[in-house]
């Protein structure tokens, strides 16, 4: 996406200041600073932090519970919590507005967010991916271009004033379902293992990456246009060459290295010890991964993936550690992920909802995701495959979908924002919808089938 | 520490501009930024912090595993492996200097320390501290006073310009023993149930509560000084009085509460959720102890402590959850309790040892801190017990020394910093010292007393 780092670096001081400055607002428990120290690089205010934390737990905790008492996904409740806390301001309420742009909160949630991925790629494995063939490679592939195609009309009918570019854009945001709700509902249904549940998961990690790569040839088209830099083919296959070859290298050169990490961490010996390499592989991948201008999650993702779960509960084993590297980053996630989650929530503008034409826009934005995803029953090649049931667990959008509309809402072309107010909470709705409307599809459905084969 | 918590608030734009800066600076990859949406509030650049954390988690595994390959804590290995991340700028490598001063890690080694703090009073319950009775006090009331008199002596003799409260400044640096590394090297020793190891981690935790008490009465008289306010004794009371409020008040209301919250919480079910209300109580009583004056770390320790492990094993067992919270926390506590360590190294400033004056005062200073200690052994009252072995085992400092001097740092009186470079980089090297001899010493002692009652 055309990305340039250190463009955000803040101007640093000479070195012989470095240390004074860093004393003066030292980290630790930030308080009992006299107000001529605060602002200074370094310097934080946990208050806000802490208080935060506080509500966006509570509240992740109080919605996921309701929404798990009626039979649908925790992070449903988790975004409508944030949409609760976020919006008490209409309500008169406006202690909490800080919120929305507290940076420390911020930061959390991105880190919550490499780890959702990271948890996600552990879930499936190279070679899960590769032996989910080629069904997996064309219900992927239906399932990028058509939500694609369909969002770029839905957003060109509502928005004619727009640049092309931002159609495009939205219809990206609808391009990636999201593997963790997914991989849950099969799990509560018992239909990982199926067929379908197989093709489903395979898809789900291939249009991950596909997403990702669209959003990057988008994301650089639109830079390169904003620039007033012509339209360059190059530039779009330069911007895929690159992420391709981060996967790839990630992927190969990544469980080499892994593997060769964690033999030697074992020997290293220490609590925790393989946690913290996972860690590294996390942190190190993603950070790569912004380098070769790719979103950090991405190479979150390529981490998990990359890492041995088999390699690492062998070495586990052997110092009586039997849980799965899965198992051992749950706390992080349970402390982390939600914040992200109701951290969108928070950032969804209900006043946008006043208006008629935005709402409307949410409700035709879901419907092309929703009809979108159903052209991915023509790729499923194998028969004795329901072909309805792929499509409805392809569904649903997640974290992804939020991402993009974040990196949207972060361009302009021509002086005018891709994702606007509007757009986003249009998105934050489609996410939404999407992921409470599959679950009961995909039960309906599952149990036809099941009744079926009992009958047989 | 008379703080005030709402000074360093960012002024809040009218709230009609507040949705579109943030999602313009929206968290999640934050990438594709354009240049012009950044340094808005929210607004973070993730490069910084990603090799930020792979560094330090390197730095950290690397250091650890080497100190504990000789026999030495881990938290030894730790600080030097980030004062050599913090000085390799005296090779001429700069390219890290930023770490120093960066607003994520910052904040991640707070709620780092917070995790310590949390899993320190966790470790020790509100029965157990009774139970020690009156040798822990006493031997922690004679712990805080004589190595702070001793500092304060030291510190005088060596800065005899400097105004006399930033002595008593030093001297309260000395006080605390480090729970953490004493209840480590007992563990280690399997000396944790012996007499002497019950009355060490008694008095470790009266001695870490006075010290915080300590800490706010010598920050707080220096608050006013440098205000210009006469030394009002009623300020020191109101101080002490809000504190032991709190602790109070956290320790009798936050039982009864948190039974109560964790037993709906069980009901409530969900993924983690008594996890989630743990963090809950750690991050609620951080704040809470914020807003009383204190700091954070008080209330996260007391939120540990008024946790009931028994309670939540009870109510977990009934969902097959039989991990203990403390081993619930372990994954939170390994990835950022190193990030404090390595960062209060990365801030130690060796330049500063240069001068030979500063190199003697932190030998001078860690000579004061360890005969200081030494009499506790005045304080154990019961009899078959071994002084010296009570005296040796409350000489590590710790986390609190550190945290003291970085509260410090940001002090100023009378136009002087409280704690300057010098006596900065002179504490951190007494809270190594200090560490590094503890465990030969305890060693050498408690084998001696298993020696001799081998030959009754």
Redesign the interface.
């Known amino acids: ?10 101007p ?1 001081a000479s ?1 012989a200041l ?34 935060g ?2 509500l966006i ?2 509240g ?3 919605g ?2 309701l929404f ?1 008492s009626i039979g649908q996904p ?1 992070v449903l409740g988790e975004l409508l919590a944030g949409i609760v806390i976020g919006n008490l ?1 209409l309500l008169g309420l ?1 202690a909490l ?2 919120l ?12 919550g ?1 490499l780890f959702l991925l990271f948890s996600v790629g552990l879930e499936s494995d190279v070679k899960r991916m590769m032996a989910v063939g080629l069904s997996s490679l064309l219900v992927a592939t239906l399932g990028v271009i058509t939500p694609m195609v369909l969002g770029f009309f839905v957003s060109s009918r509502f928005f004619p004033g727009h640049h092309p570019m931002t159609h495009w854009f939205v219809g990206a945001t609808l391009t990636a379902t999201s593997v963790g709700i997914t991989a849950r509902v099969l799990a509560d249904l018992r239909r990982t293992d199926s067929k379908e549940g197989r093709i489903i998961l395979g898809a789900a990690v291939i249009d991950d990456v596909m997403g990702l790569i669209v959003l990057a040839v988008v ?1 650089g088209i639109i ?1 390169a246009a ?1 620039r007033g830099a012509a339209f360059a083919p190059v530039t779009v296959l330069w911007i895929v060459g690159k992420s391709l070859l981060f996967l790839v290298a990630a992927v190969v050169a990544g469980q080499w290295l892994s593997r060769r990490a964690f033999r030697l ?1 074992s020997r ?6 393989m ?3 996972a ?2 592989f996390c ?2 991948l ?2 790569l991964a ?2 070769s201008g790719l ?3 991405v190479g979150a993702f390529a981490a998990g993936l990359v890492l041995d779960e088999v390699q690492i509960r062998q070495l586990g084993g052997r110092n009586g550690e039997t849980r799965s590297m899965q198992e ?8 982390l992920v939600p914040v ?1 989650f109701v ?1 969108m929530g928070i ?1 969804v ?1 209900l006043a946008a909802f006043a208006q008629p034409d935005v709402l409307l826009f949410a409700l035709v934005l879901t419907l092309a995701a929703v009809i979108g995803k159903q052209a991915c029953s023509l790729g499923v090649l194998e028969k004795g495959c329901d072909r309805l049931a792929v499509g409805l667990g392809m569904i649903p959008r997640g974290e992804v979908g ?2 993009f509309a ?2 949207g ?4 072309i021509a002086g005018e ?1 891709v ?1 606007d ?1 509007a757009v ?1 909470s249009a998105v934050v709705i489609m996410v939404a919808l999407t992921t409470l409307v599959t679950p009961p599809l995909l039960v309906w459905r599952l149990r036809r089938l099941d009744g079926r084969s009992a009958m047989k």
């Not at 809402?409 to 302009?412: E, F, N, S």
């Open positions: 996406m055309g990305y340039e780092a250190p463009t955000m670096r803040r640093i070195n470095l240390l004074p400055m860093a004393l003066a607002t030292v980290a630790v428990p930030a308080l009992a600073r006299p107000a001529s120290a605060a602002g200074g690089p370094g310097s934080v205010d946990m208050l806000p932090i802490l208080a934390l506080v737990l509570i992740a905790r109080l996921a519970a798990e925790a301001g406006h507005d800080e929305r742009t507290d940076v420390g909160i911020s930061i959390l949630a991105q880190i967010v994301a830079e904003d961490a290293l010996g220490g609590q925790g010890v946690l913290s390499v860690l590294v942190f190190g993603a950070y912004a380098l979103a950090p999650i051992r980053l749950q706390p992080i996630a349970t402390f992200f951290l950032r503008d939020l991402i974040a990196i809402a972060g361009l302009t924002r994702v107010n986003f």
